[in-house]
């Protein structure tokens, strides 16, 4: 019975770490936020509920598609390996998930989240493919792949929120220091496969990049704040966020070793998240 119970909880790790449930629920919060802050005060509207669910989906087929597109990489893992028997396998189960996604929005909303849905499993795959194995381009595609639940949330609205370019300004520079962060972890993974930051410049160098993308990402807070029309409870969990990126920003500029700065960059997204839930809602 203790075995079999060891074994049921080894599996259940095994599926949280290729579906990250976390990044889907972030992406279909995200997109749904977004979507108050677009189209009023009807929580469940359809376009909102159909917004959020191709996003958790898109997010779904993301993790699975790549798992089985760079499972070479994620086998060499030596923190956390992953080992995929059947890579095909999550390559099509992957695309069977993409497939939902662009259905949703295609039967529901209008058609620019039709390409946003489209854009997602044909960025994974390059990615995947190519785009991953340099990080000229690397950092840059995920880092727009983030934006998409935001710009999904917009597109299925009615109008355009004030705090939209600042939200997408904070959150793309954000991930843009957390795959460089991932990367650091990963470079004797990446070794042989990719061209990372951190092997380009080393661990010191690559956090050095990454601290002055948290600073930007600290300045679109600042404008944010200034267009909370005086909401407290947005204001302080803005304020927050940027407390937390500057600690951030404090560690990988001045340390040799990033410690948990990818942890308080996540801490510090889901804080925003909710701060423009609050605004969306006032503002509606």
């Known amino acids: 019975m203790k075995e079999k119970l060891q074994w049921i909880k080894g599996k259940l790790r095994w599926i949280c770490k290729i579906t990250r449930p976390a990044v889907v629920?972030?992406?279909?919060?995200?997109?749904w936020v977004i979507s108050i802050s677009s189209n009023g005060h009807d929580l469940l509207a359809l376009n909102k509920i159909a917004a959020a669910t191709s996003m958790g989906f898109s997010c779904l087929g993301s993790s699975v598609c790549h798992y089985g597109i760079a499972h070479k990489v994620y086998k060499d893992k030596w923190y956390d390996p992953v080992?995929?028997?059947?890579p095909y396998l999550f390559v099509l189960t992957g695309l069977c998930f993409f497939v939902i996604s662009i259905l949703i929005p295609f039967a529901t909303l209008p058609p620019r989240c039709v390409y946003v849905a489209l854009s997602i499993p044909l960025a994974i795959i390059l990615y995947g493919k190519y785009l991953s194995k340099h990080w000229t381009t690397k950092n840059l595609v995920i880092a727009a792949v983030c934006i998409?639940?935001?710009l999904m949330g917009w597109w299925a609205g009615s109008h355009t929120p004030?705090?939209?370019p600042y939200a997408i300004g904070?959150?793309?520079?954000a991930y843009i220091a957390r795959e460089v962060?991932?990367?650091?972890r990963d470079i004797r993974a990446n070794k042989g496969h990719r061209i990372t930051l951190p092997i380009k410049l080393g661990t010191t160098g690559a956090m050095r990049v990454a601290g002055i993308s948290v600073l930007i990402s600290i300045f679109f807070c600042f404008l944010l704040l200034c267009n909370t029309s005086g909401n407290l409870a947005a204001s302080g969990l803005i304020t927050t966020?940027?407390?937390?990126f500057l600690y951030t920003a404090a560690i990988l500029i001045t340390k040799n070793m990033p410690a948990n700065s990818k942890k308080l960059i996540t801490i510090a997204v889901y804080c925003l998240i909710i701060a423009m839930l609050i605004i969306g809602l006032q503002n509606n």
Do not use: H, K, M, R
């Open 162 to 164: 004030e705090i939209l």
């Open 170 to 173: 904070i959150i793309f520079f």
């Open 241 to 244: 966020a940027a407390c937390l």
């Open 25 to 31: 629920i972030a992406g279909v919060l995200g997109t």
């Open 83 to 86: 080992s995929i028997q059947n």
């Open 148 to 150: 998409t639940p935001a």
């Open 181 to 184: 962060l991932l990367d650091i």
